[in-house]
């Protein structure tokens, strides 16, 4: 039995005796609701059309049918219209999709039925017991996020069971678990866990689409992270994860692609939009609307200014928080979203969607702020509320531990780029600070490897960025030689103690604090196995020990979490000094004569109120050592990081105001005021 349904919500929704379906095409004159049978049978449903959303009701169906839905409408690729009922679509809404591509001429010919080779969409319960587990609600400066995939976290760790291993189960498995709570891991970005497509040419290729930049729906979980092959266990398992990490304290940031969708280039198949209302969904050039205007590099770009658009990306994101628990997000090329009508603008339709909506007031609103168009590197132009993955922090602290001279732009990344966010009325929580990321070299490669190599990617190596360059101390890769090893160690310490000593956000990425290696792989967009997988069996005790210490430290210290930036002229001591070889304050021409070593001492005071003790933080960029002379004002120093002699107790002595220190080449060393337990991060 049918019924007209309601025109509103948009998806597929069960109540029970029912599924009420609606979708939004503002250019179609008919649309078919599909019922599928497991035997491949085909039940057609005329939809009712109301403001241009076309719905229906139908009894009797629930949670894992399968569906999908069939347009007519106009077919003129010249004007920018691609309806075909012979194509299969996939439901923008749908809250789980069943099966992947299987690639055939039918998905892009016009007139050929797409069914047979089409992901289904599903029907789902929204039913789970949350248990009474709360969010954990972090304070973003006392955040340390650890950017991971769920496939290649546990794909090969030994103490999770075999069937959950690479799985959302995985992830949520105490032996996992247990390893975040260890690092001091406070929230986890997850790689895109949206349904997504492995495109063709990969599978040509046979290789996939591991990084999962390409989704289809930006409502269902990718199913193939699901232990069981049900059609929706996907939405359930992925629930029980989040569950599973808030009850350890942990947060889920997703890493979500709004700015362009699965079905690619012009040619490409039609799967979802395409075939609904290819011109309210993507950027066409003025004039040419057989030419995407395509800012991503990826095929096509989502039309963002375009209300139904809007609508979606809102939806979707207020679904993940209220229904699936996830506590933030991490927009990848977000200045796409800007780009309502072409130009950048900072007041878009979308982002002033997202700042008012009263759902997502508390969640983390993370930027990658760049595309590929015009004017497209936009760091520090996100509003209030946004913080933002810092590429000037990645690029200034790589060059400054390569030997550039760049000690002015190092001290603004270390005080948390106020130079940045200050002008705007932002605080350091805006910047999200990171050396690697999943694009590009691992920290360990980053170190090792001056030259990427992407040849298992099928490109013959001109895939991945070249400015990753970094130093092989004259062997490229693994080395028996102990001297070129402890040089990478000591610069990986070095880039660790950058990273988590600074104010700001840190972001981690996952497996660095294992010794993590690609291979020289810069690129592993397309390598689902053990090049980009967690190899557990050869866990690098010195970075793991590095990154524990450090996150304590950082921890223990209120002074390295500040929520606002150093005052000018605060009352009392002033809450940042900085300081010469000599102890002397640093004037202006000595930021210019192309030093590499710097001392800043920090108050242990923010806007006046003592927050814990001060401290020193030494940073010596130069090939050789130095002996540092401390700043007079503080009567005894103990240092407790030196990232040269990592463990070496030596360095606990009391050292008073005027002493000199010896600070290794290539090294940072922190040092506190005297107080009780001198020997705790030892």
């Not at 769920?150 to 032996?175: F, Q």
């Not at 990969?202 to 232990?227: C, E, I, M, T």
């Not at 030997?403 to 130079?419: H, K, W």
Request: net charge negative.
């Amino acid at each position: 039995m049918t019924g007209p349904g309601r025109p509103h919500p948009l998806g597929a929704h069960w109540h029970g005796a029912g599924t009420r379906f609606a979708v939004w095409s503002g250019v179609a004159t008919g649309v078919h609701l599909c019922l599928l049978g497991d035997d491949g049978t085909e039940e057609r449903i005329p939809c009712r059309r109301t403001d241009g959303v076309w719905h229906v009701e139908v009894a009797g169906v629930g949670p894992g049918q399968r569906y999908g839905y069939r347009v007519d409408g106009p077919w003129d690729p010249g004007a920018g219209h691609r309806c075909d009922p012979a194509k299969l679509l996939v439901d923008p809404y749908a809250r789980a999709i069943d099966g992947e591509v299987r690639w055939d001429r039918a998905l892009h010919d016009h007139g050929a039925d797409s069914a047979p080779f089409a992901p289904k969409s599903v029907v789902v319960s929204d039913v789970f017991d949350w248990g009474g587990v709360a969010r954990p609600h972090h304070r973003l400066e006392d955040s340390l996020i650890y950017e991971v995939h769920v496939k290649g976290a546990t794909a090969l760790h030994p103490d999770v069971p075999p069937e959950l291993r690479g799985t959302y189960g995985g992830v949520a498995h105490p032996a996992f678990v247990s390893h975040l709570r260890s690092l001091g891991v406070t929230a986890v970005e997850l790689l895109p866990v949206h349904h997504f497509v492995h495109e063709q040419r990969l599978v040509d290729l046979g290789l996939r689409n591991y990084w999962g930049y390409d989704s289809l729906g930006w409502f269902a979980p990718h199913q193939d992270y699901a232990r069981g092959d049900g059609p929706t266990d996907q939405v359930v398992e992925f629930k029980a994860m989040v569950r599973a990490l808030h009850d350890a304290g942990i947060e889920v940031v997703l890493d979500v692609v709004y700015n362009h969708t699965a079905e690619a280039g012009i040619d490409g198949p039609v799967l979802s939009w395409r075939g609904l209302d290819h011109a309210a969904h993507y950027r066409t050039v003025p004039g040419d609307p057989m030419r995407y205007d395509d800012v991503t590099g990826t095929g096509n770009t989502v039309l963002p200014g375009h209300p139904n658009v809007i609508r979606t990306v809102m939806d979707s994101l207020r679904y993940w928080v209220t229904e699936m628990g996830v506590d933030g997000f991490r927009f990848d090329l977000a200045m796409a979203m800007m780009r309502d009508h072409g130009p950048v603008d900072p007041g878009a339709s979308l982002l002033d969607a997202i700042g008012q909506d009263p759902a997502l007031a508390e969640v983390k609103l993370i930027a990658e702020p760049w595309d590929l168009g015009p004017d497209g590197y936009g760091v520090g132009r996100f509003p209030i509320g946004w913080s933002e993955w810092n590429g000037r922090f990645r690029d200034t602290v790589r060059d400054f531990w390569r030997g550039e001279r760049v000690l002015p732009d190092l001290a603004s990344r270390l005080a948390g780029s106020s130079d940045i966010y200050r002008p705007a009325g932002r605080a350091p929580r805006a910047s999200v600070n990171f050396i690697t990321s999943h694009d590009g070299f691992p920290l360990a490669d980053l170190v090792s490897y001056d030259r990427k190599h992407n040849e298992a990617n099928g490109e013959d190596n001109r895939d991945g960025d070249d400015h990753n360059r970094s130093w092989n101390h004259g062997v490229e890769g693994p080395t028996d030689d102990p001297e070129i090893a402890e040089a990478r160690r000591r610069t990986r310490r070095a880039f660790l103690a950058t990273l988590l000593l600074s104010q700001g956000v840190p972001l981690l990425l996952g497996g660095d604090e294992l010794g993590r290696t690609q291979g020289g792989n810069n690129n592993g967009y397309a390598q689902d196995n053990e090049v980009s997988w967690f190899d557990w069996s050869d866990v690098d005790g010195d970075a793991f020990d590095t990154v524990r210490t450090l996150v304590r430290f950082r921890q223990e210290h209120r002074a390295l979490r500040r929520d606002r930036f150093f005052e000018e002229a605060p009352e009392g001591a002033p809450e940042v000094e900085w300081f010469r070889l000599d102890g002397e304050p640093m004037h202006p021409e000595d930021w210019q004569d192309g030093r590499r070593t710097v001392t800043l001492r920090l108050s242990g005071g923010v806007g006046g109120e003592p927050v814990g003790e001060p401290l020193l933080l030494i940073v010596n960029g130069d090939g050789v050592g130095h002996n540092v002379r401390l700043p007079d004002g503080v009567g005894v120093w103990i240092p407790v990081i030196d990232t040269a002699n990592p463990g070496a107790r030596a360095r606990s002595r009391r050292c008073g105001s005027g002493t000199r220190i010896r600070v290794p080449h290539r090294s940072v060393v922190a040092l506190r005021a005297e107080g009780p337990g001198e020997d705790r991060y030892l």
